[in-house]
């Protein structure tokens, strides 16, 4: 089995540009030359301050987007001193970078429905996925669900709301889309065939709402695909400490455990228990 570093590298890369896109949540650019094209959504990067660093774990985030082909952008949520660091460094800041890493979505085929599941900061894997199936000549037929505690916690929605595909927000408050959460925003479009059931789904965001989102899907059977947000140290399959429980149906069956790093951070929902 290919090594999850055969196509990665560690480089040292400039902030270029920086800017805040919600409560506590900022869209970073960093310049990092000699990685090939054709990032599929989901790969990630570990990400740490070259030098003095607050944390001596790196840590992991989406690619989301890449706007120029050596460019790429970065969705950071503050949260602790590592992604503190990240979102308070000046420009310039040299970052080391390893990348890119896991194993991300396969873009559906354009005849094919696609509904996107994300809260908060899993919007992270969703531009590019929406970028790559614009692409595609398929729009029309791509679904974005995005959930958020307030309009503050839907990050950067403006770059989706300039985006050709159909968004449906919500807010636990009201102030911005349905009231209420993303499964029940969901479950309404479902039950009124606004959405089809035989869509390609695919979801991300915090344990609590892949949780749901998995118990909604296996309620319904709905062909899911998870890119999972477990805590990793490495990256890239070595320390272990990403273990998600696998099914003994799915294709990890020999094995009870699974590496989210490596050979996720997207698994077939029936491929895991969560």
Known sequence: MASALDSSQVVLA??????????????IDVEINGIADGLRPGQFAMLS??????????????VYERPELNIFTFLVQKMGKGTAALV?????????CLLPLGNGFDVAAADQDVVMVA???????????AQQRIALGAPENTHM?????????????????ELSINTH??????????????????????????????SIFVACGPEGLLHAFADFARLRNLTSFLSLETYMGCGFGVCNSCPVPTSVEGKFSDWPYATTCSQGPVFSLADIKI
Request: charged fraction near 20%; aromatic fraction near 10%; proline fraction near 5%.
């Open 119 to 129: 809260g908060g900061v899993g919007s992270a894997p969703f531009l590019m996925y």
């Open 14 to 27: 400039p902030i270029v540009a920086s800017r805040e896109v919600g409560e506590q949540a900022w869209v």
């Open 145 to 161: 669900f995005f959930g958020g505690r307030t309009q503050q916690h839907l990050f950067d929605h403006k770059s989706f709301d």
């Open 169 to 198: 927000y919500s807010t636990d408050d009201g102030s911005q889309g349905f009231k209420g959460n993303v499964i029940a925003c969901l479950a309404v479009e479902l039950d009124k065939k606004r959405i089809s059931s035989k």
């Open 88 to 96: 308070e460094a000046p420009i310039g800041t040299m970052l080391r």
């Open 49 to 62: 301050l070259s030098e003095n660093s607050p944390t001596v774990i790196a840590r992991p985030f989406s």
